[in-house]
């Protein structure tokens, strides 16, 4: 390796020892907004998970009551499908933040 090859590697590497990433929501204009609309976001996906349960609990009532197993493990599929939404929207901050955690530890 030559010598002018070192000193560009030396100096790439005091570059990229130097830069840090510090999430900031109110370090760009509508930052708070873009968080407010995640935040009402997520509250939308779960009233719509909520809405998703309930229609796939009398779903699975009536298929089952009316002798429609189908449709009843249509039902018992919906309620399944709609936990798991809410779940996912409950754990994606701390999957997120675990996963840029793990990365910012490279």
């Known amino acids: 390796m030559s010598l ?3 000193a560009h590697l030396y100096i790439a ?3 990229i020892a130097a830069v840090n ?7 760009l204009p509508g930052g708070e907004a873009a968080q ?3 935040n009402g976001g997520a509250a939308f ?3 719509a998970c ?3 349960f309930l229609w796939g609990g009398a779903q699975w009532g009536f298929g089952k009551h009316s002798n429609n197993y189908a449709q009843a ?3 018992k599929g919906r309620m399944l499908k709609a936990a798991a939404g809410a779940f996912a929207i409950g754990a994606a901050g701390a999957v997120i933040n675990f ?3 793990a990365g910012g530890g490279v």
């Open 4 to 6: 002018i090859q070192e």
């Open 45 to 47: 996906g779960l009233l």
């Open 21 to 27: 990433v510090t999430p900031d929501p109110k370090g």
């Open 13 to 15: 590497e005091a570059v």
């Open 99 to 101: 996963f840029f955690k």
């Open 73 to 75: 493990e249509d039902g």
């Open 50 to 52: 909520a809405g998703a």
């Open 36 to 38: 407010k609309l995640l």
